[in-house]
């Protein structure tokens, strides 16, 4: 059973930091690209960043550039997305993504990130 587990989200001040982790399990991890999305109440579900299966081309979202750095363990089956410099409207719950062309995707359950003072 495919699964995508998230955790490291929470409650913290503008400007601070967090680290989130989603670690896969029930597939083969490094044949997928990894992606991490959020979406925040009302608003519509946005790619915050890309990683290929073996890490070497990463992409970002605008807003996120300069502040968020996606990386992956193969070893461990695990993509990470360090986030610095949060702002309030980083507030959302981010989702995990695994993905493959003529496969389908899997979905992790999310993780709440509250930037707020």
């Known amino acids: 059973q495919a699964q995508l587990v998230e955790s490291g989200g929470g409650l913290v001040q503008p400007g601070g930091s967090l680290r989130l982790s989603c670690a896969a399990s029930?597939?083969?991890?490094?044949?997928?690209?990894m992606r991490w999305y959020r979406q925040a109440p009302g608003k519509k579900r946005e790619l915050v960043a890309g990683i290929s299966t073996n890490g070497d081309s990463t992409n970002y979202a605008d807003s996120v550039k300069g502040r968020f750095t996606i990386s992956r363990d193969n070893d461990k089956n695990t993509v990470y997305l360090q986030m610095n410099s949060l702002k309030p409207e980083d507030t959302a719950v981010y989702l995990c993504?695994?993905?493959?062309?003529?496969?389908?995707?899997?979905w992790g359950q999310g993780t709440q990130v509250t930037v707020s003072s």
């Open positions: 993504n695994a993905f493959r062309i003529l496969y389908r995707d899997y």
């Open positions: 029930g597939f083969t991890f490094s044949s997928y690209g």
